[in-house]
Every structure is written in C-alpha cells, then in structure tokens.
C-alpha cells in the first residue's frame, strides 16, 4: 500500500458525474493551495483571505496535533514557553527601571517572550485555550482531553515562569532599580481587588485568544509578527494581566520573602487564571465558533455528525469508551446490534497479515455465533497535522478496502461472520484498545514483530493505565508461519494459561493439532505433584488426549526451549506483571520468545490486577 498521508498532489482526482480523468493543472493547484494536513494554504474565494469556515478548518489542523500530543512533549513545550515569559518579565521591568516608569516605553519590549512563543509553536496556557476548545465545541476531543491538555500545558508555563523567576532573583541579571520595580509589579497585583483582577484578567483573554484566531487568518510570518507585537503591547498599557506572567511575578516576590506563596496564589494567580479562561473561552472561542456556518466540521472533519463523540464520551472521555476521534473509521459504529463472541483483530499489512487473520478464523469456528472483525490501522507519519482533504480520504479507503479482499477470502472459507474496516491515526498502540471497546470485542487478536506499527507505537495515556484493564482477552501473535500441528503450551496456575488453553483446543479442533502440556518444577522431588497437577489441569481444560511433559530442572526458559525444538507453535501465557506494556518497552522477561524459531502465540486474559499486584506478582 501507500503511504497513507501522502501530499495532496499524489491524491487522483475525478469529476463525480463524468469520471475523467484528473487535471494536472488542478492537481498542482490543490497541492498548493492545501497544507499536508488538508487545511487550506489559500482562501477559496479570495486567495489572500481566508472566511471564518476556512479559518476555523486551519484551527482544527492545528488542534488535533495539540491535543494528541503526549504529556512529555506538552510539557517541555510548554516549559520553554515559561522560560520565554520571563524574558517578557525581565525586559518590562528593566525597562520601566531604567525609564522612570514611562508607561509606553518601559512596555514596547513587553510582547518579546510572546512574539518567542507563538511564532516558535511553544504551547502557552492562554494561546492554548482556543484550539483544542473547538476540537471539544465539535465533540471531537472529549472534555477531561481537553482538561487533561490544559492541565499539563498550565504546570509547564508556571514551572518554566518559577524556575525563571529564580534565576532573575537569585542570579544577578536584573539591576536593584529592576529588582525593585519587579517586586512592586507582585506586589501591586497581590494588592488589587479580586473583582477587578478578574475582570482585567477576562480582557487580556480575549486579546490573546483573538490573536489565535486571527493568527490563523494570517498567511505569512510578517504578519503574525506585526498582529502578536501590537496585541500583546496592549496587555501592560492597558494595565491588564496574563496568567504566567502574573505568576512569575508572584514567585518572584515570594522569593524575595515578602509573600507567602499560598496568598499570592489565591489573592493573585487565581483570579487571574480564571479571568484569562473565561476570557478566551467564553468572549472569543465561542463567539467565533458560533460565526462558522453548520459546513464547518463536514470541511474539517469527515463524514460530519456521524463522527463526532457520543455525549457520555464527550463527558467522561476514555471511561464511556473514547476520547478523541481518530481521523477516518469506517466501521460500523460500535458493536451494536453484533451477538455471540467478537474477535477483532489488527493489522499494518493486509498483505502480510493473512496468518493472524487464520488464527483468529480458526479461534471463531469454535465459538458460538462468533464474528471477526478486522481493522486495517492505517498510521499516519511523523505526528503532523492531522486533517485530509476528501480526495485523499476516499484514496486511502480505497486503497485499503482491495489490499482487504483476501482477508474477506480468508474469513469465507472458515465460514465465520467478519467483517472489514479501515482507521487512520497516529495513535498506532492506544487505537487498538479504543477499537475493542467501541466493537464490545471479547478478544483481540494482534500481531508482533518490527514490522508492525504497534511494535514503536506511543499512546497517549500511560502504558501502565492502559494495560492495567484490559478492554477484551489479548492473543499476540509473532509470526514464523502458521503451522499449528504440534503445539506445546507451558502451564501455569492462572487465567493467561487458561486462555492458551482454549486456542489449543480450537486448534486441535479445527488443524488436528497434537498438544503437549509442559509443567516446570523446581525439583525432582515435585515431579510427582506436577504430573498431578497437569493432569488435573489437563482435563479441566478439556485436552485429556494431550501429552505430558514435567520437567524438574526449575529453569522454565530452558525446558521451554528444550521441548519447543520439535514443535510447530508455542503458547505462552503472560507473567503476572502482565504483557502488553512489558512488549512495548522491550521488558518482557520472556527471551525465549525471541530465541525459538517456531511462531508464538502470547496470551493475556483481561483480569483486573492491582498496582501491588502487577509491581510484584503478589495479590
């Protein structure tokens, strides 16, 4: 297949109705005139102007690489911007030092450290409150998303403001004069009145917030120059107060012990926080969004309402099924309507893959009503913007729904319900789970190895979150062919092993498959309760035809590899760490999995472990 995010110019083009074949003129034109992400480079109707409908598809461009960032790269940028609000602090009070206080000169270097962060792309708390709001106003992004992006990007800017507020304290870079003026300025605003704090507060939102949007209507750099220089000049000469430069200034008067930092927080900081929230909320995100006409999210996003989040997801984010809408599934919504046992099973390849999909077919035969769904993941490259245009969704559909006509084959011949659908996102990892949540999947099936996506992938939320409860029963399948005649399950007393042994017995059932079970002991003195326990375990689990192996040496990865010479597949079950997050992180303890030469199959059964219990395999 092709890359999925390739530029628009490699996109065909056809008219609907006549199917001819596409202008290169037009192709060149839609190159130019749409960025990679599908936002628009010029304005439709008058080139050097953007309506507030195309304004806003540009805005949507940029929301979705701010709120599907990960935390790390969140908070370093937004660490640099604080930095970068201190040289905006440092050069106003150095400034109104050295000129006796003048109100227009002292404040003309003021928009330095802003003009640093919005033309550098640094993720600032007030720039930031626009964008990822319209992703939630569409119901794109949930809300604790859009809380959960505030929050980082809020304790970067005030760790990189303290850290910077230190330094100027303690570090001799200002004069005393300076010094003095800066303690005056924490002072002033400790001092001033809640109410009008506030207020002042709701003001400069507004102008920060309106500079986002009239940032994206800008086409060039020159222009965003002259627009962020003269809004942010407008903060100090009309007395009003931003959020990371009020903090800054708290800090430094803390530091200097004439403040308790807890007084400035709730007297100062707060009022101010919630005057720029509201601010750039209330008076500009929301007017501006209510201007658009009802064409904008079928422009930024496709297939229109049918995408967007559910109002319990919208809500309550990831704990009702999803946060965020990931940019094309053309799934069925859910697993509504769906009965019996749900397999999904994704993939990177269709071309590659067809031994995962057998797996998960031969695994369905034996169920009752079971179905197959597989999800061709489609990851987008390098983290960018994340929007198409309609050409390019309908060629990726395309293009995946016939590289998936042998995957339906596959499905025909075991004779099990499947079905077929395609996702792009960059979430690679964190996708699958939203996929068997959405789908009410009882087990997922999923391949291992370098070449699959997921093998690098990130995920927004912590591996450890996402892993500690499984949304379905997990198969991971490194593939060196499927050949599933002579099986050899490692048993342990728990429910992975007791996973294994259901696809042993769908195996058996379906290939013919000769099974041994293989019980490690520490010593010969245990080999005659381990040859009890397997064969008890043997016929619990409905292999009473399989044979036994107990070994006494105690060291399972070496009885493992022993026995697994002449077998054709091994199943192996998770360690009570569990596997998912240990497979992302190159830990599981497992090496022999790398080491044999047969196909693996890893299982996972979706239990509810506590934190001591994944730390230390204890209950």
Not at 566 to 593: K, N, W, Y
Request: glycine share 8%; with cysteine.
């Amino acid at each position: 297949m092709t890359d999925a995010d390739t530029g628009p110019a490699e996109s065909s083009r056809t008219t609907p109705d006549s199917g001819a074949p596409p202008d290169p003129e037009e192709s060149v034109r839609e190159a130019v005139e749409r960025s990679r992400s599908g936002a628009p480079a010029v304005g439709s109707v008058v080139r050097d102007r953007f309506s507030s409908d195309e304004i806003f598809q540009r805005i949507i461009a940029a929301a979705d690489e701010e709120i599907t960032s990960g935390s790390r790269e969140l908070f370093f940028s937004a660490l640099a911007a604080g930095f970068a609000i201190t040289i905006t602090f440092m050069l106003y009070v150095s400034l109104k030092a050295s000129t006796g206080g003048d109100p227009v000169v002292s404040a003309l270097l003021y928009p330095l450290g802003f003009i640093y962060i919005i033309i550098g792309g640094y993720q600032l708390y007030t720039e930031n409150t626009l964008p990822p709001v319209a992703l939630a106003l569409e119901r794109l992004a949930s809300i604790p998303a859009l809380l959960r992006n505030w929050t980082v990007v809020l304790a970067g800017n005030f760790v990189g403001g303290a850290l910077g507020a230190t330094a100027l304290a303690f570090g001799g870079v200002i004069s005393p004069e300076a010094a003095a003026v800066a303690a005056d300025l924490g002072q002033t605003g400790v001092d001033t009145a809640w109410w009008s704090l506030f207020s002042k507060a709701a003001f400069a939102g507004l102008i920060v917030a309106g500079v986002v949007w009239v940032e994206y209507a800008a086409r060039d750099t020159i222009s965003r120059l002259a627009v962020v220089y003269i809004a942010f000049l407008a903060i100090p000469l009309g007395g009003l107060y931003h959020s990371v430069v009020s903090f800054t200034e708290m800090v430094y008067l803390v530091l200097h012990g004439d403040l308790a930092f807890w007084v400035g927080i709730v007297e100062f900081v707060l009022p101010v926080l919630l005057g720029n929230t509201i601010g750039g909320v209330v008076l500009v995100t929301i007017v501006n969004y209510f201007q658009t006409t009802d064409h904008r999210l079928e422009s930024a996003r496709f297939d229109g309402i049918d995408r967007q989040l559910s109002l319990r997801e919208w809500l309550l984010g990831g704990v009702a099924g999803r946060s965020y809408v990931p940019l094309i599934d053309t799934a069925e919504h859910g697993g509504e309507g769906r009965e019996g046992y749900r397999i999904v099973v994704p993939i990177s390849n269709p071309r590659t893959e067809t031994a995962l999909v057998e797996l998960a077919c031969a695994l369905a035969t034996r169920k009752p009503d079971a179905s197959v769904h597989v999800v061709h993941i489609v990851q987008t490259p390098d983290r960018t913007p994340k929007g198409y245009n309609v050409d390019q969704r309908d060629r990726i559909i395309e293009e995946s729904d016939a590289l998936m006509a042998d995957i339906r084959e596959i499905a025909d011949h075991y004779d099990v319900d499947s079905r077929t659908s395609t996702v792009v996102s960059h979430r690679s990892f964190e996708e699958i789970f939203d996929i068997a949540e959405r789908n009410r999947a009882d087990l997922v099936v999923m391949g291992w190895g370098d070449d699959r996506l997921w093998s690098a992938g990130r995920a927004e939320r912590a591996l450890d979150e996402l892993t500690s409860r499984l949304p379905a029963d997990f198969l991971v399948f490194k593939d060196r062919g499927l050949d599933a005649s002579r099986i050899l399950l490692p048993v342990a007393d728990n429910a992975h092993a007791d996973l294994n042994a259901e696809v042993a017995r769908a195996l058996g059932e379906t290939a013919g498959s000769e099974v041994t079970l293989l019980r490690v002991v520490d010593d010969p003195d245990e080999r005659e309760a381990g040859e009890r326990f397997l064969a008890d375990w043997a016929d619990a689990h409905d292999l009473g035809d399989a044979e036994l192996v107990v070994d006494d040496s105690g060291d399972v990865e070496g009885a493992i590899a022993r026995e697994a010479a002449d077998r054709s597949l091994l199943l192996v079950g998770a360690t009570e760490q569990g596997l998912l997050a240990r497979l992302m992180t190159d830990s599981l303890h497992f090496d022999i999995v790398n080491e044999v030469n047969n196909s693996v199959v890893l299982a996972e059964r979706a239990t509810d472990r506590s934190l001591r219990r994944r730390l230390f395999g204890r209950p």
